[in-house]
Nanobody, 123 residues
């Protein structure tokens, strides 16, 4: 089966950290850009990172820049999102995808999507 599965979400206090993982099965991530997105209730889905397939260069919007960092390990067919200094407004369902938002540009559509993992930031 072709799947992307996110893991690592949960409840964390403001100022805390979490690392999310995205593991592919049924295909290899090697040739794909990997994007992370999030969607909070009442808000549009927001692209929060992209890591390129070739160079490993990354993009982050201002909402998470300096706090979130994405990486990949092609040998493990896995991508990661390290989230630091979490804030209540970071609460959302987080998705990984072979689609990527890089500034105003979108790459890889239509791509594969995971089912999402819930991140809740609350004291």
């Amino acid at each position: 089966q072709v799947q992307l599965v996110e893991s690592g979400g949960g409840l964390v206090q403001p100022g805390g950290s979490l690392m999310l993982s995205c593991t592919a099965s049924g295909f290899t991530l090697d040739g794909y850009n990997i994007g992370w997105f999030r969607q909070a209730p009442g808000k549009e889905r927001e692209g929060i990172s992209c890591i390129s397939s070739e160079s490993g260069r990354t993009y982050y919007p201002d909402s998470v820049k300096g706090r979130f960092y994405t990486s990949r390990d092609n040998a493990k067919n896995t991508a990661y999102l390290q989230m630091n200094n979490l804030k209540p407004e970071d609460t959302a369902v987080y998705f990984c995808s072979t689609e990527c938002q890089w500034g105003l540009a979108r790459y890889g559509a239509p791509g594969y999507w995971g089912q999402g993992t819930q991140v809740t930031v609350s004291s």
